[in-house]
Nanobody
């Protein structure tokens, strides 16, 4: 499994950005997660989606602002980020695992990160 994240950039507070994660073909029960990391801090869970059902889960700080979705035909998972705040600034990475959970250790495959900077 090789993952390719893209779509990061500089955006003003209150703005929106959509990240993409090209996953290649995955098994139907795969779970795809988005995580973020600020230098010097631990990697944190953001959102996840089960490939087969589309069931999603979010960390509390992004609920109502971020939307994770998948396009199985295109083998791509998206993270739509709305009403961005400076505290959302981080390197965002996508990952693939087999269980519906938020622990970093549960995800076996990781893509490189894409930097999101929220600043005026």
């Amino acid at each position: 499994v090789q993952l390719q994240a893209s779509g990061g950039g500089l955006v003003q507070p209150g703005g929106s950005l959509t990240l993409s994660c090209a996953t290649g073909r995955l098994y139907s029960s795969a779970v795809i997660g988005w995580f973020r990391q600020v230098p010097g801090k631990e990697r944190d869970f953001v959102a996840l989606i089960r490939r087969s059902s589309g069931t999603t889960h979010y960390t509390d700080s992004v609920k109502g602002r971020f939307i994770i979705s998948r396009d199985n035909a295109e083998n791509t998972v998206y993270l739509r980020m709305n009403n961005l705040k400076p505290e959302d600034t981080a390197v965002y990475s996508c990952a693939v695992g087999s269980t519906f959970e938020t622990r970093v250790s549960a995800y076996k495959y990781w893509g490189q990160g894409t930097l999101v900077t929220v600043s005026s």
